[in-house]
Structures are given as structure tokens and as C-alpha cells.
């Protein structure tokens, strides 16, 4: 039962549809509400290419177990699978696996696999394909962190017969299951596994309703239809092959740019849809609109606890209290994202809230201050101890922040200045801005991070997580390191007790949100917008990537 001050988070649906059979609810531009579905009754029509422009960062990799991160998700969706998936309601549901056992202790795992799937190089499905590919991601040679992390406890596998995988754990884990929904952990052709990671990064092999025909850097990623496609996940709303012929999968950094070409009609789908847009679009009678907002963690600042200033928990809260994020988010998001005050997205139903702790009052972030020893102000009126200004080092990656986004931390910027702290943003490439974190070259950082479920919490706040995974990156941005919460966690991820387990996720977010570690901003957000041609389109209920198995054009 909550506790006084504490409110649960409300969960939204975890996907969007649009099409007749479709399974879950639609958001569409076009008068229609949350909640209300977007059916129609003409019949599915095969053929034809539909072309998607992505505002991510083109991956320097297609396959996903490389790194591992959401612009792989994004396209490796369209042709790569996952042992099991999520439906509408968060339940784990089937799809190359079709069932699956757990003996009482936790600590063992068996699999049976599909019938009949092969990769689309012709090698079958079985049960030495899913070690491959477990071993593939444990490599420290791949370079994984999202599958690497994912897997940390599995520390065995055996082929029980050609049909059925069992996984050995050294503990148990509640949310294994979760972890091999996602995207970062598709199972590949083992015989693709062994080439090298140049080919295999160029056009990874699955089992999926597409295969990569090329790809021209810079450029596009041509995608054409598995003819011979047998494993559509238990929610799909046909069988057999996809219906589009092809998917043409383009890169338009810009914006505006993406929106003129759907509005042009030279694409069918485009993401990273910014607030103005949607705000266009709403007026428009051809264009339909899929919230589709990721699980796990919120978008989030995380303040770096491992060095000064933000060593100090009271000057942690100054610079929360120093930061107006409800009037920015109000003003710059137009009405496409929401305040968030949890470190989970409002899609989890475990998530935690607590607006008491992070409402903007510049008085109280003074006395902190004060309190803590940074009383004097310096010629430009900034705060300083000791002679030394109160700066905060604040790199900001252009791939993964919005414009709107980017804004907002002006916002934060200027509002924090008035209460003394020198905020220092930094616009970098995605690569520079992996060197700063890596090189602990920040004090400050906005760093987007997705796992299914509330065990995302022990991949960010663990204390383990400070340490790089093979590919270097490690995901305890704000360098947590709390013995209680590193057991509650571990007690979270191991029992399958569904109260207990709420109980103590409840009390790890309380520890984190109390040590002002975060500042919550709102959800991860997926806005997608679509040509009315299109229909069937839907975002997956796992990582809420688009998927255009069940997709067609309307000519």
C-alpha cells in the first residue's frame, strides 16, 4: 500500500496500433482520443515500399548485440527476433520460444523452441542457435552492454535436445524473461555469428518478416520481404509473410526536413517527431500520430555523486530546487510529454512518484547552499567554497537530445544561475559525448537508458554498475553507491513474489529519489507519424520500436 507522500504511478498502454486486428489501442491525430482504437475494414493489400525517416543517429552497427543501443533497436525490429515477447498488458507471451519452465529454486531455465523456423540463411532454429547467441553476447569481444548486463547472471547453457535450451543461473532473476523480450537480445543465425563483426554488423541474419539487402551509409538501409516467414510473435494479426514488399529506412537528422517529406509524401513514417510537429500535424486529416512512450527508466538528469559538487546531497537538492522543470516542459513540449517525478516511466506500474520532491524553490536551494558551505558569490555571481566556483559540467548529446529537449536544459541552466550554479552545457556527437562519460568528464548528464521493466533500477543505481561493461559504457551515470540499496535491488531481481517484489522496488526508488540522484523529467519519448496510406502499423509492446509485419499501404 502506498505510503503517505507517495504516489504510484498510473500505467499507460505499452503500445499503439493502427489497423483492423490490430491488438492495441490507438492515439491518432485525426479526432481520436487515448484509449479509443483506429480500425477500418478494408482487406490488407501485399506490395508495395514504405519508406521510413528516422531523426536518430544512424547505427555504426545493425547488429544489436554490439553495444546495444535504441537506434539498433529501432531498425534490427524489422528482421531480427526474440525468444519470447510482451502483450498489450505486459504479459510475457510467446514467439521463437514456444514455452518455457523454471525449476523452484530459480536457478534453471528451459526453453522449447518454434517448430520449423530457420534463419533466413537457411540455418534452423534449435537450441545450439541460442548458445551462440548467448555466448555471442558474453563475449567481451562484442563489445555488448545492454545484452551484457542483461545476461550478467546467466553463467551456463546446454542443448537438452535440438528443440529445447536450458539456461544455468548463479542467481536467480526475476526478470529474465523481461530481458529476452528485448531487442538487444534477438537471436541471430548462428552461422551469420561467425563471420566477422564487420560483415555480421552490415546485415545481421535472423529469423524475421524482413532481410537487410543493403545498406548505404549515410544514406539508407533497404530491407526486402522474408517469402518464406513463419514466427510472427503470439499478438501478431496474420500469419505468413509480411505484406509489404520492401521498407526503405532513410536518415534526416533534421526535423523539419522529416516532417516536409511526409507532408511531401516522399516518406511514409518518420520518427523523433518534435512537440511543433505534432502540434502541426494534429490539424491534418493524412496524418496519424503513434505515442508509443518506452518502458523502464524516465528520461532523467543524473547529478554525479562520485566527485564534487554533487558529492554532497544537500547541494544535489539545491541544484533540484534551483530548476523550474514544470514551466519548461509546459511551455517547450506543447503538450506531448508530461512531468515525470519517478525515476520508472509511467508505462510501469511499480513506478514511484514524488512531486514533494522536486518542486522549484530557488529560497530553499539558497539556504542549501548556504548551509553546505558555498556561501560567497564570485564578480558574475556565482557560487563559490574555498575560492573555487560552483560549476556544473553538463554534456549534452545532440543525437540523443531534441531540440525541445536541449531547450529545456537552457531552461535549467538559467534558472539554476540565479541560485549561483554555473551550469556549462556542451553540444557533442554521440561519439564525444560517450568519451565524456567514460572519461567521468561530467557532473551533469541526460542519458537515455531502456529495459522492459522495473529492473532497470538495479542496471542504473547498482553500485556494480559503475564499472564499464566490455563496450565501455556503464550505466550508473549518477555513480550510486549505497550498500542498502544494492541489496534491495538484488532482493528485488530474485524473488517472484509479486508483493515482495513491489515492496522493495518501491524502497529502492524512495532511496534514490530522497538522495536526490535524479531529477526526473518526463518519459522516454516515441512519437511517431504516419502517412494515412499506411495502415497496421503498430509499436511493439516490448521497447515500443515500430514494427511493420502486420503493415500495409492503402493505394
Known sequence: MPRPGIVRSTPRPLTVALAAGAVALGLALTGCTAGSSVTGNDTPQKGGTLTYASGDAEPTCLDPHVGGNYPQALVSSQFLESLVSLDSDGTVIPWLADSWTVSDDGLTWEFTLRDGVS????????????????????????????????????????????????????QPDSALLESLSQPWLAIESATALERSQDENCAAPVGTGPFVVESWAKQNAITLVRNDDYTSPPADAAHEGAAYLESITWRFIPDSASRYAALQAGEVDVIDNAQPDTIAQASSSDSIVHLDAPRPGAS?????????????????????????????????????????????????????????DLFEYDPDAAADLLDAAGWAEKDSEGYRTKDGVRLTVVFPVSTNQSIPAEQSLFEQIQATAKETGFDVQLTKLDLSSWYTALGSNAYDAVSAPYTKVGPDVLRILFDSSAIQPAPSGYFANHAQVNDPELDSLLAQANATNDADTRAALYADAQDIVLEGYYILPLYDQQNHFLLGSAVQGARALPTVSTPAFYDAWLKR
Do not use: C, M, W
Open 299 to 355: 528520461n532523467r538528469i543524473e547529478l554525479n555523486s562520485g566527485k564534487a559538487p554533487f558529492d554532497d546531497v544537500a547541494v544535489r537538492e539545491a541544484f533540484i530546487r534551483s530548476t523550474d522543470v514544470d514551466a519548461a516542459v509546459s511551455s517547450l513540449f506543447q503538450g506531448s510529454a508530461e512531468r515525470s517525478y519517478s525515476a520508472l516511466s509511467s508505462v510501469e506500474p511499480l513506478g514511484v512518484s514524488r512531486p
Open 119 to 170: 534463419f533466413t540463411d537457411g540455418t534452423p532454429l534449435d537450441a545450439a542457435a541460442v548458445q551462440a547467441n548467448i555466448a555471442h553476447l558474453q563475449d567481451p569481444a562484442t563489445g555488448s552492454s545492454t545484452g551484457y548486463l542483461a545476461l550478467a547472471k546467466v553463467t551456463g547453457t546446454e542443448a537438452v535436445s535440438d528443440s529445447v535450451v536450458r539456461l544455468t543461473l548463479s
